[in-house]
């Protein structure tokens, strides 16, 4: 891999700040870099083995340091912790595994010092069936006896075919209310009943309390379930030939996702953060969606193409999370950054994004002599960049056993290898020092990885040479800088293994040859330049070990 950049006229810029609205800065994340952080993987403040919030705010300077703009948490609202957070059973307290809500105002405090937003997880889709609301519902007290999705029938036969995403019926049997209730997940993560008004202004409440509190915005988890077909239909078949009867794929979901009623939801959550900037002031607060849907469905999750209804301010573009270096090359990359291009209506910003929780690391499905790559690819195109936790680093997967896995999606260990999301979810890899500086005790709940030997940040900092680390911040400088922000984008392969990013504004031009994969490439090394027609041509950034000289 080789990377150039080529800054053919040095233009000078003075900017002037325009006089502010009254509301604050309603554009501060149209060209942000969100981090997620992984709580319980970040930093362990009182060594019992799993990160805190005391340990994302002893290490918030990191992100000052990066450079980015803000960071997401996922979930850390109390939770049996059945489904790694994503189980809520209080949205009105900080699960004591991660600190207390004055933790929490605490990170809110600092990191606004310094520049940086913060974001949290927000987990509608259902909650833990610890839930109070659950357990009033399942009782029968009047308040919330509509508040989870019941229905009527034997208990020897569900309702109806929907699978849940996890394998088997989505429907539980309660003994205690004699009736069915839906879950898309696990049984013990009740689906909440969006039909109910009354589930809509808990809902509401829950974003209005946090955002007094000083939150910038919300990740919003799972949102094509959020609505199921109020006929209860049942699914048709996907023919899918790899999906067995009990898997949630062997049907098509035309009645369990993306509903026309869940579209309703979002933009109403668009509504509320909304309305509560323009009644309290300030800067906008902002809604990002997880939605793993086609292409036209994803778009619709940001709102309609004429902008007649808003939804998420951007939905997560998941197009490179999957792909791996069997499976792509340089022309699949060509034409996703196409394909979402083409099909995003132009009154909406791109997003970008390589990693998460749900998916193995970039650098372990491309390899870490790409990943400077792919750090220049995705926050040098335009709009928004996501980094996953580790991402800066060039962290890679970690070595997790069956035995030490806690991921429930993975409780088969003839499938552990293929479908465990532990590998990715590895403690954050600080220094050389014992558990990689994640903490001094001796346990930490995932193991951390032993590579971190080799790929930590403190090493990647005082390295007198390059190191993903440094290429990262670099990246995360220029892309403020135009061409970057605000120029034209071209993307075109030379070959199956040579991507160009190019980004111009007028003369000036920032391009991104990108060599994935380890074999050497054969084609003319600027093969690319009279494309460019420059006169002068300036590499302004390379990636580790590369043969070229920055300058
Ligand atoms: C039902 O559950 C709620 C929530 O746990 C509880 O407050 C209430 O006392 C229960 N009522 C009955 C009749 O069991
Ligand atoms: C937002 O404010 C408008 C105008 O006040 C109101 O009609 C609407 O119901 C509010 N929406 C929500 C979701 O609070
Ligand atoms: C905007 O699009 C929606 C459908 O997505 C349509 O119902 C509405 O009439 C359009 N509004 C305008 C002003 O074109
Ligand atoms: C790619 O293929 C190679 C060789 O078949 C295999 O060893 C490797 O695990 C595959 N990598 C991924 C990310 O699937
Ligand atoms: C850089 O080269 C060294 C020495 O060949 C090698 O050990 C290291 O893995 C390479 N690093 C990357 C990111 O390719
Ligand atoms: C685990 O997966 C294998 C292979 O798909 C299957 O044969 C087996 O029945 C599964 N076991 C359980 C407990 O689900
Ligand atoms: C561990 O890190 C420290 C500080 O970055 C460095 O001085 C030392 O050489 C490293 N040790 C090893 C074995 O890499
Ligand atoms: C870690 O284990 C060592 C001995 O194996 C023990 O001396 C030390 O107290 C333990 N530290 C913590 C924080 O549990
Ligand atoms: C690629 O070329 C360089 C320089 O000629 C050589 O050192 C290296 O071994 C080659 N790598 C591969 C994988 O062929
Ligand atoms: C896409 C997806 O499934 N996201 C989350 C939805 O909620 C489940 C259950 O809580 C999580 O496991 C997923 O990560
Ligand atoms: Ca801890
Ligand atoms: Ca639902």
Not at 14 to 42: E, M, N, T
Not at 193 to 217: Q, S, T
Not at 294 to 299: A, Y
Not at 392 to 412: F, H
Request: charged letters at 25%; a negative charge; hydrophobic letters at 35%.
């Amino acid at each position: 891999m080789k990377i150039f950049w080529l800054n053919i006229f040095i233009t000078l810029f003075v900017s002037c700040l325009s006089a502010p609205a009254p509301l604050g800065d309603q554009d501060w994340w149209k060209h942000g870099v969100f981090y997620q952080i992984y709580p319980r993987s970040f930093k362990d403040s009182n060594n019992d083995g799993n990160g805190d919030l005391l340990g994302i705010l002893e290490k918030l300077d990191h992100f000052a340091d990066a450079g980015v703009t803000g960071v997401w948490l996922s979930p850390i609202m109390q939770s049996p912790q059945v489904d790694a957070g994503y189980d809520i059973s209080d949205y009105y307290t900080i699960d004591p595994m991660y600190g207390s809500m004055d933790d929490l105002k605490k990170i809110i405090a600092k990191a606004h010092n310094l520049g940086i937003r913060v974001i949290l997880d927000f987990v509608p889709n259902h909650t833990s069936n610890q839930h109070e609301w659950f357990k009033a519902s399942e009782n029968g007290t009047e308040e919330y006896k509509d508040f989870y999705v019941w229905v009527d029938g034997s208990p020897d036969k569900p309702p109806n075919n929907w699978n849940s995403v996890f394998k088997n019926s989505a429907w539980t049997w309660s003994d205690k209310r004699q009736q069915w209730y839906l879950r898309q997940f696990l049984e013990v993560q009740p689906d909440l009943n969006f039909r109910n008004p009354k589930v809509r202004e808990a809902l509401k409440n829950v974003l209005i309390f946090y955002m007094d509190m000083g939150i910038d915005g919300f990740r919003v988890d799972a949102v094509p379930y959020l609505v199921e077909d109020k006929l209860l239909r049942d699914e048709p078949r996907s023919n899918d030939p790899t999906q067995e009867p009990n898997d949630h794929d062997y049907l098509d979901h035309i009645y369990t996702m993306n509903t026309d009623e869940t579209y309703d939801v979002v933009y109403e959550f668009r509504d509320i953060v909304e309305n509560y900037t323009k009644e309290h002031g300030g800067d906008a607060r902002i809604l990002m969606s997880e939605a793993y849907a086609p292409l036209d469905k994803t778009m619709r999750y940001y709102g309609t193409a004429n902008g007649s209804r808003l939804g998420a301010h951007f939905t997560f573009n998941f197009f490179f999370v999957g792909p791996n270096l069997n499976t792509s090359n340089a022309y699949t990359f060509e034409s996703l950054v196409y394909e979402w291009i083409d099909n995003l209506p132009s009154i909406y910003v791109s997003n970008w994004d390589m990693g998460n929780h749900d998916n193995r690391r970039v650098t372990t499905r491309f390899g870490k002599e790409d990943v400077d790559g792919f750090n220049m690819l995705l926050h040098l195109l335009p709009g928004i960049g996501i980094t996953y936790y580790g991402e800066e680093i060039g962290q890679e997967d970690g070595e997790v056993t069956y035995e030490q896995g806690q991921d429930p999606a993975a409780r088969n260990r003839s499938t552990f290898e293929q479908t465990s999301r532990d590998f990715e979810r590895t403690p954050f890899q600080w220094d050389n020092s014992t558990n990689a500086g994640f903490n001094e005790g001796n346990k930490t709940w995932l193991p951390v990885s032993e590579k971190y030997k080799e790929t930590n940040l403190a090493d990647e900092i005082s390295t007198p040479g390059l190191s993903h680390y440094k290429i990262y911040k670099e990246i995360l400088r220029k892309r403020q800088e135009d061409p970057a922000r605000i120029g034209d984008t071209k993307i075109w392969s030379l070959s199956e293994d040579v991507l160009i990013l190019k980004r111009s504004l007028e003369k000036t031009h920032i391009v991104v040859a990108f060599k994935l994969g380890w074999q050497n490439h054969t084609a003319p090394e600027y093969a690319f330049v009279p494309e460019i027609k420059c006169d002068t041509a300036t590499v302004a950034l390379t990636n580790v070990n590369s043969t070229h000289q920055i300058g």
